[in-house]
């Protein structure tokens, strides 16, 4: 790189740490992309429209939002924990619910933009977990997507709400749920 | 359909609605893009593109770049004028056709902005990106060309060396084709005329992954990954522009991230990258920004269609006379000239007419090339014949639907011969638009409008109609040898039995989103008698791949995946020797039936194709005179195009207040043939009509008066999200292909054909009581108030 001005940072990214000397300016899609491997997580544009790089980022022991990484300096991530694509399912390789209903209603084609719209999807959830159509087509309008025209997006994000809140129902105490 | 496809009880795979392969690694990131490529020693390109849209180029210094920290190389037009050459036109349409030179890399005068003028190749690509800054250009600019049809008159010049603007002329005329009679005679005795000029806005593909390029240099063998639709295609032409033999040139397709016919092109950036690696003998790679790629990659669409119909009083179809003007931009793209030309023969469309006549004119401007954009020239007649159509209709005070009906080509008249020299095999048109109507509420609409409009409601309904078809599976060679396009249109399989009864199909079709990998199993499993979980698809790739024409023109199922049925018939005939001289008798006594081959009379005497490969795989018991082996290839070539065919109906409403559009309700009933699975053709339809509703309502590439691109990213240049599109209630009518063996039609650019018209027709008939009869498209909010305003087309 060519400015010789470095800061450290360090991030958990996918339940492992990485401790990196990074120029300022860089941005966390490409502090991800290209130090830290994790090329599953894209970059689609220029100016923070298209939504590809969404990953999630929060504190080491807290809640994670959706952020566009492109518009997230690396040294900003510095102390948080960060979620991609990559570390979404389990660690036995069980499908996130998002996932797994992306898949049962065909709701990626190229599959490019997908990784962040399974991304803002498990965010919106977590914010919201029963959606109205018209919510999730707001909620996902930060992030474009070329092949599908949104409609099995749509269908997919609302049958991961069912799935979740179905098992989120199962997991609570038994004397909770009458 | 509105309600989830639940897996069918298909016979067989074929029709069942499989989940698909693809996806295990595009959902959890384990993805190939080519910009994901990494390899030992790999540098980094960054090239400075022209800021003026028309300049003679002084001077280039790159050597204030070299002295950058990082760079190892930087050069010039001029450094690589030797060798450069001219990037390829494939479709040269007419004998005389005016082909300016394209040098991948500007030398001498820059005709667009964002050309490639220089480059810089760095250890990494913000040392690249930077030392682009110290390369020190001098321009003399000069006045651009940029309006059509002033361009199309000559008023200021393009290539100045050429002369004109005019590339070329292409002409068809049914009286002397001998296919129809002629438009002058139908105009002279015409009861009624309908003069209309719609344009066609200038489009930009946007597929989601931006190009990238990584190029290899190797010891004097080439390997090339490149997101891109046709690698088998760029193959050839890096063997003829570089003078690398083919042997030693391979190119890799691996994951890539939409098309649309944005990715069909052989691009500056890959011939630049090229030069780059050659230059320095180490992998260099390019990956585009968005802004890069709208300046660089083709945009779509851009003519001025002049469209006459005549017509008897009680509105039959006697006449369609067409004249285009298509704006080529600054050069001549890969299939460029061919895309409007293509629309030739759909002005006539689903309709009986008589005589017909089409000339279009390719013209220079100083702007980005335009070439295929999903549908490529289809779209943009669907577009012309619809819109006129609903006001030709309007004019006649008869509905839009029933003077379709009128006009259309009935079930019992397949095949049909059209005006435009085609030959339509199937179709039921009648089918497809009743069930629109029924599912759409046709009626019960008309009502709602009426009432709207008796109440001087301020949110008026609009309905619009589009009944189409186009023509697929790209298609045979000797009809494009014809119309002078320099490749066939065949396309290629191979399959290969495992010794365990697996197999391994090797496609010529290279798929960007479009499912190949799941489509072709379920036919293999079908074909062969083994799972579909047994089957691996292998694309995209030179070296396993070596031959084939990829993927566009909605061909790859038509085309490939009838060349896959052949393969899998010659394997199954292989496997019918071997299993007979395991059940010891005659091959004519076996017959395939339920997966396996089966003495006829005798179903339990069997052996699965596992069966045949393993004892091929031995060979110890072989017949004589069969070879130990039961892979197969074949390679298609269609006698005809496919024709799918549908209607789709859109209900709008439009604020007349504040100009608003919403969609109220969009139906689309789509012939698409047999279908092989589906929740692929579903998806296919849903983008398709995504993207033509996009036209529609939000789209536009805008230059302004210097030339300069202002749509130079997704802020100004809109692709719709999740929040400006409605849902579609999609269906299908089955009317089987007869050209093919599997009787599939296409799918991929369906929804973007019929669904342009569809919601401006359903805008124009929402405002035709205030006087409008068009509206130019996008059609924004202040597009169409104005037009209300004015009572008139914008």
């Not at chain 2, 092109?265 to 920004?289: H, N």
């Not at chain 2, 002049?306 to 004249?323: E, F, M, N, P, Q």
């Amino acid at each position: 790189m060519s400015s010789s001005h470095r800061v450290r940072v360090s991030v958990d990214v996918d339940g492992s740490r990485y401790v990196d000397d990074v120029e300022p300016r860089t941005l966390l899609v490409h502090h991800l992309r290209e130090r830290l491997g994790k090329i599953g997580t894209v970059v689609g544009c220029d100016t923070s429209n298209c939504g590809s790089c969404t990953v999630l980022m929060g504190s080491a022991d807290g809640e994670q939002h959706s952020v566009k990484s492109c518009s997230v300096l690396a040294v900003q991530a510095d102390g948080t924990a960060v979620t991609t694509i990559e570390g979404l399912a389990g660690p036995d390789g069980s499908l996130h619910a998002v996932q797994q209903a992306f898949h049962e209603l065909h709701a990626l084609q190229c599959g490019f933009c997908t990784p962040g719209m399974i991304l803002s999807a498990v965010d919106l959830l977590r914010d919201n977990p029963a959606p109205t159509e018209a919510e999730i087509r707001e909620g996902l309008s930060g992030n474009l997507c070329r092949c599908t025209g949104y409609q099995n997006i749509i269908r997919a994000v609302q049958s991961a709400a069912t799935a979740l809140q179905a098992s989120a129902e199962a997991a609570l105490p038994k004397e909770a749920t009458v | 359909m509105t309600a989830v496809i639940e897996p069918e009880a298909a016979a067989g795979e074929v029709g069942a609605a499989r989940r698909r392969k693809e996806d295990a690694r595009l959902i959890t990131g384990r993805t190939r893009w080519t910009d994901n490529v990494v390899l030992p020693g790999m540098l980094h390109l960054a090239i400075l593109r022209s800021p003026h849209a028309s300049a003679r180029i002084v001077s280039v210094d790159v050597r204030p770049a070299l002295r950058q920290p990082g760079v190892i190389d930087a050069f010039s037009g001029a450094d690589v004028a030797d060798v450069q050459g001219s990037l390829p036109c494939a479709w040269p349409v007419t004998e005389d056709i005016v082909h300016p030179v394209r040098p991948p890399l500007a030398d001498g005068f820059v005709r667009h902005h964002g050309e490639a003028v220089a480059v810089v190749v760095a250890r990494d690509r913000d040392s690249a990106v930077d030392a682009l800054e110290a390369i020190e250009v001098e321009y003399e600019p000069l006045a651009p060309v940029l309006d059509l049809a002033a361009a199309a008159r000559d008023e200021g010049l393009v290539h100045p060396d050429k002369g004109t603007n005019r590339s070329y002329t292409w002409v068809f005329d049914s009286a002397q084709a001998g296919t129809g009679t002629d438009v002058a005679d139908a105009a002279a005795s015409a009861e009624v005329t309908l003069h209309r000029r719609y344009i066609q806005q200038r489009l930009i593909p946007a597929f989601m992954e931006p190009r990238s390029v990584v190029v290899d240099p190797g010891m004097g063998e080439y390997t090339i990954w490149s997101a891109t639709q046709i690698p088998h295609i760029l193959r050839v032409f890096y063997a003829l522009l570089t003078g690398v033999p083919e042997h030693k040139i391979r190119v890799i397709a691996p994951d890539v991230g939409g098309g649309f016919g944005g990715k069909l092109q052989v691009t500056p950036e890959e011939m630049i990258a090229f030069f780059a690696a050659r230059r320095v003998q180490k992998p260099v790679k390019y990956t585009e920004t968005r802004g890069d790629s709208m300046l660089s990659a083709h945009h779509g669409r851009d003519q001025i269609q002049d469209i006459t119909l005549t017509a008897t009083r009680d509105g039959t179809l006697t006449g369609v006379d067409v004249k285009l003007i298509a704006n080529m931009g600054a050069y001549l793209g890969l299939v460029g000239p061919g895309v409007p030309v293509l629309g030739a023969f759909m002005f006539n469309s689903i309709y009986k007419v008589p005589a017909y006549r089409f000339e279009c004119t390719g013209v220079f401007t100083n702007t980005t090339i335009t070439d295929a954009y999903r549908g490529a020239g289809r779209p943009e007649a669907t577009y012309a014949i619809e819109r006129a159509m609903d006001d030709l209709a309007a004019e006649l005070g008869v509905d839009p639907v029933e003077l379709r009906r009128k006009n259309w080509i009935k079930a019992e008249e397949f095949p049909f011969t059209t005006v435009a020299g085609l030959v339509y095999d199937s179709g039921d048109y009648d089918a497809a638009t009743d069930k629109a109507l029924d599912l759409f509420d046709y009626a019960g609409l008309r009502a709602e409008q009426q009432r709207r409009r008796d109440s001087g409601d301020p949110v008026q309904l609009g309905i619009g109609v589009s009944t189409y078809t186009e023509m697929c599976g790209l298609a045979p060679s000797r009809l494009l040898g014809a119309l002078r396009y320099a490749a066939g249109g065949w396309e290629t399989a191979s399959v290969r039995v495992l010794p365990t009864g697996k197999v391994e199909v090797v496609t010529g079709t290279s798929p960007h989103g479009q499912g190949h990998v799941t489509a072709w199993s379920q036919i293999v499993a079908d074909e062969l008698g083994v799972a579909f979980e047994d089957v691996e698809v292998l694309h995209g790739d030179t070296r396993t791949s070596h031959k084939g024409l990829d993927t566009y023109g909605s061909r790859s199922l038509a085309v490939g995946g009838v060349a896959l049925v052949e393969a899998c018939r010659k394997v199954r005939d292989k496997a019918r020797v071997v299993a007979a001289h395991m059940l010891e008798c005659s091959p004519d006594d076996i017959e395939f039936t339920g997966g396996a081959f089966r003495v006829r009379g005798t179903p339990d005497a069997s052996k699965t194709l596992a069966d045949t490969a393993f004892a091929v795989f031995a060979a110890h018991d072989l017949p004589d005179g069969v070879e130990a082996t039961l892979d197969a290839d074949a390679t298609f070539d269609p006698q005809t195009f496919s024709f799918p065919h549908g209607t789709h109906l859109c209900a709008t409403l439009v604020d007349t207040q504040t100009g608003h559009v919403g969609i109220h309700r969009y139906v689309a009933v789509d012939d698409v043939g047999k279908v092989v699975n589906p929740l692929i053709v579903e998806g296919q339809v849903h983008g398709g009509v995504a993207q033509g509703i996009a036209q529609a309502l939000h789209e536009q590439a805008v230059y302004d008066d210097s030339g300069t691109l202002l749509t130079g990213s997704f802020v100004e240049y809109t692709i719709p999200s999740a929040a400006d599109l409605p849902q579609f209630v999609t269906d299908r009518t089955e009317t089987p292909a007869t050209s093919n063996p599997l009787g599939v039609k296409g799918v991929g650019e369906a929804g973007a054909i019929a669904s342009t018209p569809a919601v401006v027709n359903a805008i124009v008939d929402a405002l035709r009581p205030y006087g409008v009869d068009d509206i130019l498209m996008p059609c924004t909010p202040e597009r169409v108030w104005r037009a209300i305003k004015r009572g008139g087309a914008s």
